[in-house]
């Protein structure tokens, strides 16, 4: 298991852009993608999108004009961002390591999650 | 997309049964199926992936196994901290789909 911590604004007002970051301790970023994944309240897994160490992303095709994920690797973190923000958007948000690749990859290593809520 | 359709969506067991929770890609996936469990209130944790690999510290009370749309994950002598939601997810597509989720509940 990998250390991972999601961090970022608790609430965010309707339109605007959900920021979040997720810190890896305790081990390079190199050579592994990173996933984030989020689940509404009540709701199910939904996966947003990974990023290689190299930038390299793909994202879930219902939110890839709105999603962006980055790496940094001289920080050790990797970021979330979501604009037009709506309450459809207060989720729990995840970040995963992936063991494996972007194809035939698992989530091997989880942070504990971070709530999202998309209020005025 | 590549959907991925779990059944039941809930089902009702008690300690020692055995249960199984099937998923179905709506394209053939290989073995590029994974599982995890998500108790109330923590992240999920991958338990089996590939199909079939079970997670090192996870019980061998858990199996996987199929191939190609359809797969099966199968709890035998369930326990109490079994209790949890189950959920299965591709790997196939670069574009990664998990599956609706199948709560376990005690009966």
């Known amino acids: 298991q990998v250390p991972l911590q999601e961090s970022g604004p608790g609430l965010v007002k309707p339109s605007e852009t959900l920021s979040l970051t997720c810190a890896v301790s305790g081990d390079s970023m190199t050579n592994y993608y990173w996933s984030w994944i989020r689940q509404s309240p009540g709701g199910g897994l939904e996966w947003i999108g990974h990023?290689?160490?190299?930038?390299?992303?793909n994202y879930e095709p219902s939110l890839q004009t709105r999603v962006a994920i980055s790496i940094d690797t001289s920080k050790n973190h990797i970021t979330l961002k979501l604009t037009s923000v709506t309450a459809a958007d207060t989720a729990v948000y995840y970040c995963?390591?992936?063991?494996?690749?972007?194809?035939?990859?698992?989530?091997?290593?989880w942070g504990r999650g971070a709530l999202v809520t998309v209020a005025s | 997309d590549i959907q991925m359709t779990q059944s039941p969506s809930s089902l009702a067991a008690s300690v020692g049964d055995r249960v199984t929770i099937t998923c179905r890609a709506s394209d053939d996936i290989n073995k590029y199926l994974n599982w995890y469990q998500q108790r109330r209130g923590e992240a999920p944790k991958l338990l089996i992936d590939?199909?079939?690999r079970l997670q090192s510290g996870v019980p061998s009370r858990f199996s996987g196994g199929g191939s190609g749309t359809d797969f099966t994950l199968t709890i035998t002598n369930l326990q109490p901290e079994d209790f949890a939601t189950y959920y299965c997810q591709q790997s196939f597509s670069v574009l990664w789909t998990f599956g609706h989720g199948t709560k376990v509940e005690i009966k």
């Open positions: 590939a199909s079939s």
């Open positions: 990023v290689y160490h190299t930038g390299i992303v």
């Open positions: 995963a390591r992936v063991r494996g690749s972007g194809r035939g990859g698992s989530l091997a290593s």
